[in-house]
């Protein structure tokens, strides 16, 4: 069976088999970004880079597992190195913090696989880096949001996932065992004792029944959240460990977030959703199209309408670049006036849109203007 492997990858690489004080140097800047280095700092890490580098290039596979830890649990996982061939027919993923050092030690471990032939992609998580518990809760919903939406696909088409978390730094990991209930077919760490390599395979119970539900039950407000914080009084129903709570208002949690993408995907996929602002109003033309479309492409439809309901609600002052609603550039086809994104995989389709008032009126998308126009 193919696999594909999500690492947590932390920094270990720069402090294993460092002197200690450049090790205190590397553990008192760990969420420092490189434009908050100075040059000689920067200088510094960069020597690092280039010795550790050289280090990773000549060594064999034990001594590899010696240098980092994250190399250690993949070529433990393959055989401690044995089984190599396998691991350069599958996919491999590093998650790393958006530090400057996670970057660089990510693209270490990185180039030591495509040094020996394997296909591994570091993935940089914005906000995931322990400068604050508010700013690191960002980070893992960022996270969540990767994982839902790119390991499903690998699941769907017969691949067994595989989460490697023998690195990373422990706040994470104890994120990636809840995440890995839902996403990872097993699970591998390094036992304490001997270095022996510890599997744990997924559990057959459906932990996210009873969530699933909850969410179910207040899709409203969970679709309210996505687009910021409501009161705690329209929360009521919604399991604790789902939400964040602060002043009066609630966010999804990280946590939530698991079983909102999971249940998000399903429930938006179906047909086109009621938007959110009572402004947004979604033409019969606009809906016969989309309809007809694959599950998928309902989905994004029905995430931009959010996005859009979110910035009329707003005033048109909320930061809308993942729609970019704009007017048109060519000439306008009545009653169209503007348009926006939805989904750039299919040739730049787009919906077209024109407002009335104070409210925004979804007329069409490419499909139909394109044909009418010519």
């Known amino acids: 069976m193919m696999q594909v492997t999500v690492s947590t990858c932390g920094t270990s ?20 970004k490189e434009s908050e280095y100075t040059a000689d700092e920067l200088r510094k890490i960069d020597e690092l880079i280039g010795m ?23 070529i433990s996982f393959y055989g401690n190195g044995a089984k190599l061939d396998e691991a350069r027919k599958n996919m491999h993923y590093l998650i790393h913090t958006d530090t400057y050092q996670g970057v660089k030690a990510a693209e270490l471990i990185q180039a030591w696989g495509k040094h020996n032939g394997i296909n591994m992609q570091a993935v940089k998580i914005d906000d995931l880096n322990t400068g604050s518990v508010d700013e690191f809760r960002l980070g893992v919903n960022n996270l969540v949001e990767w994982c839902a939406w790119t390991l ?11 989460f490697n978390l023998v690195g990373g730094f422990k706040s994470l990991q104890g994120y990636m065992q809840t995440l890995g209930m839902f996403y990872a077919d097993e699970t591998v760490y390094i036992f304490e004792t001997g270095g022996e390599l510890l599997r744990i395979p997924k559990m057959p119970v459906d932990f996210s029944a009873n969530a699933k539900q909850a969410v179910l039950n207040n899709f409203g407000a969970f679709r309210k959240m996505e687009r910021g914080c409501i009161p705690v009084s329209e929360c009521a129903g919604i399991p604790e460990t ?42 019969s033309r606009a809906r016969d199209i989309v309809s007809g479309l694959p599950s998928d492409r309902i989905t994004r439809f029905n995430q931009a309408v959010d996005k859009l309901s979110r910035y009329i609600d707003s005033g048109m002052k909320d930061n809308l670049n993942s729609c970019n609603l704009r007017k048109l550039k060519s000439d306008p086809v009545p009653p169209s006036t503007h348009e926006f994104n939805l989904w750039p995989d299919m040739g730049g389709w787009r919906g077209f849109c024109h407002f009335e008032g104070d409210e925004l009126i979804i007329d069409d998308t490419d499909m139909g203007l394109g044909h009418n126009r010519h």
Not at 52 to 74: I, R, Y
Not at 152 to 162: F, L, N
Request: charged residues 20%; contains cysteine; proline residues 4%.
């Open 152 to 162: 499903p696909g690998y699941r769907s088409q017969g691949y067994s996932v595989i």
């Open 52 to 74: 550790k580098m050289d280090m990773l290039t000549s060594a064999g596979p034990k001594e590899v597992q010696v240098l980092s830890a994250e190399l250690n649990g993949f």
């Open 242 to 283: 789902m939400l964040d709570i602060l002043d009066g208002r609630c966010s999804i949690s990280a946590w939530g977030h698991v079983i909102w993408e999971d249940v998000q995907h399903e429930a938006y996929s179906k047909e086109i959703l009621p938007p959110l602002s009572e402004r947004v109003i979604i033409s």
């Open 13 to 32: 690489i720069f402090t294993n088999g460092t002197a200690r004080v450049d090790v205190n140097f590397l553990r008192e800047n760990a969420n420092k």
